[in-house]
């Protein structure tokens, strides 16, 4: 059973283009969360989605972020006019449950490493 | 505001010398605390999850135990190959708040 998936794991871009970052859950997971991590900072939480809905969108930031989970194919996180500031581990997770379910674990990908030039 | 606060931010170890980490937590409402490993350049990776005060899991050499505020990660006679960043999560609800986590070595 694979597990999450994440690609690139790495991508460099100059400021003001666009980062996609992809993320395919494990099988049989239907919950994604993406968070990022700081150089030397812990893991914070962006975004949380469900197949073709946003459930929690509280820990992105306002402008040139966004996220999707449509119904066929990966979640994918988008940076637009990527800043230095945006260089980061990006982290996907995937539950096969999530809300208040209160045994849900999540499984996290490998993540993409995102170098801002 | 879920917080979460681990401690100590490094630790360095003999092979077979035993210790403990901390994970000291403020949360509304706690749905789950969790220990995670992350070793260098990886996501990652789940190690337990405790959900009540008093409950306590083992694997291997490891074992994590929680109260009302805080988690310990006991590592007992730990190898070479338990080097790595040791993450704490809590949540209330869907969202994991992280520590900013233990960076263990462990020396042969």
């Known amino acids: 059973n694979a597990g999450v998936m994440q690609n690139p794991r790495h991508l460099v871009r100059r400021r003001g283009q666009e980062a996609r970052l992809r993320c395919s859950p494990m099988?049989?997971?239907?919950?994604v969360y993406w968070y990022r991590q700081l150089p030397e900072e812990g893991l914070k939480f962006m975004v949380y989605?469900?197949?073709?809905?946003?459930?929690?969108e509280s820990g992105m930031p306002k402008e040139r972020f966004s996220a999707e989970f449509p119904k066929e194919g990966p979640s994918i996180l988008r940076i637009q006019q990527v800043v230095r500031g945006d260089s980061a581990a990006y982290f996907c997770a995937s539950s096969p449950r999530g809300g208040a379910d209160v045994s849900t674990i999540q499984y996290f990908g490998a993540g993409t490493r995102l170098s801002v030039l | 505001e879920d917080q979460v606060t681990q401690s100590p931010e490094a630790l360095r170890l003999q092979e077979g010398e035993s210790s403990s980490l901390n994970c000291s937590y403020t949360?509304?409402?706690?749905?789950?605390l969790f220990w995670y490993r992350q070793d260098p350049g990886k996501g990652p990776e789940f190690l337990f999850t405790?959900?009540?005060a008093g409950e306590e899991k083992e694997k291997e050499r490891l074992k994590a135990t929680l109260t009302k505020k805080e988690s310990f990660l006991h590592i007992t006679a730990p190898k070479p190959e338990d080097s790595a960043t040791y993450l704490c999560a809590v949540t209330s609800g869907s969202r994991l708040t992280f520590g900013e986590g233990t960076q263990l070595t462990v020396n042969p």
């Open positions: 099988k049989g997971h239907s919950h």
């Open positions: 949360v509304s409402g706690l749905r789950g």
């Open positions: 405790l959900y009540s």
């Open positions: 989605l469900q197949k073709e809905n946003i459930i929690d």
